[in-house]
């Protein structure tokens, strides 16, 4: 059963057109010029409930906007959206108390205040039974390892440290559904894995619905197995994240390691090498025209062993959103 719907969602902004020149800026003040942006433009998908997926795209792709519209932080333009049974930007208490948006780059903790303090404000705001909030404090604060930084002014702490209290906040009340926006922004490996820890065993626990928009292809692959792209307010892709590598590179990566003492030549004959310390080198070579070159190889070079492997995700996305923005994906 679908936990998130959305059905030709939409949102356009009227934003200020900046005229150059001081004599323009002087008739800007009287008489603005606007033009129109549309951030979303007719997206649809579901989510199932339990399930958790990546939803990826380039800065200004409408990852942060679709995530406020399916919170209710604002009105879509056209279009319909289900979470839980709820419209969203009805802003019903039933369906808040439901779900939870964490954004990575904006705090809902009271800067100078201990965090134990805002989790507190949380309680009577979510209206909390006193013995289920304790359990949750004692059970979230040892699973993210921050129990004895609760009474530390949020001020104090690393930016790590402040994630995991942000994720506690957000966690408090049980929410069946959580919207990540960029979770792990800014953090070093350790607190990065450490959040990617957590947040995959909280969702097989629980069984909470998640959305991840993330730029760290670490954590989608970590956490996610199903994807959906975007890119300028379009659904570009649904589906298995094993598939987009697959589907959208035309590449593969031929790994060899040559015998003998003397460097090989006339290898990019080949394909593009990419790596070359021997005796390890490593060629992109075209998806279809692997087993030929392979046979090639093998046939006229000593090797002593050879492996095959797909391009990273991060890479074919990037190549992907680079596409769509030249013209050559349309």
């Not at 030929?292 to 992907?320: C, F, K, N, W």
């Amino acid at each position: 059963m679908p936990a998130i719907e959305a059905e030709n969602l939409t949102k356009t902004y009227q934003v200020y057109r900046k005229q150059e020149g001081v004599w323009a800026s002087v008739v800007g003040l009287f008489r603005r010029e606007y033009k129109t942006v549309e951030a979303v433009k007719s997206v649809s998908f579901q989510i199932d409930e339990g399930e958790m997926v990546a939803f990826l795209g380039p800065n200004g792709a409408g990852k942060t906007t679709t995530l406020k519209l399916l919170s209710g932080l604002i009105y879509p333009t056209s279009g319909t959206a289900q979470v839980l049974g709820h419209v969203p930007w009805q802003r019903e208490n039933a369906f808040r108390r439901r779900f939870s948006l964490v954004m990575g780059q904006k705090n809902q903790l009271w800067w100078d205040l201990p965090a134990q303090e805002s989790f507190q404000l949380h309680k009577e705001i979510y209206r909390i039974p006193p013995d289920d909030f304790d359990r949750r404090i004692d059970e979230l604060t040892s699973l993210l390892e921050v129990k004895k930084l609760v009474g530390q002014p949020v001020r104090e702490l690393s930016l790590g440290e402040r994630m995991r209290m942000e994720l506690i906040a957000a966690l408090l009340h049980s929410p069946e559904v959580l919207l990540l926006d960029e979770p792990t922004i800014g953090l070093d490996v350790v607190s990065q894995r450490r959040v990617q820890d957590f947040l995959k065993f909280y969702q097989e626990q629980q069984k909470i619905t998640v959305i991840l928009t993330s730029h760290y292809m670490k954590d989608v692959e970590a956490l996610c197995s199903r994807a959906i792209i975007i890119n300028e307010g379009e659904i570009k892709h649904d589906g298995a994240l094993e598939d987009i590598v697959e589907q959208f590179s035309r590449h593969k990566i031929i790994q060899l390691q040559f015998g003998g003492s003397t460097p090989p030549t006339g290898l990019d004959r080949y394909g593009n090498v990419i790596e070359s310390v021997f005796p390890r080198v490593k060629m992109e070579v075209e998806r279809k025209r692997i087993p030929e070159v392979l046979t090639a190889l093998l046939s006229q070079y000593s090797i002593e062993d050879v492996g095959v492997q797909e391009r990273p995700l991060e890479d074919v996305i990037a190549e992907m959103f680079e596409s769509v923005k030249t013209g050559e994906g349309e």
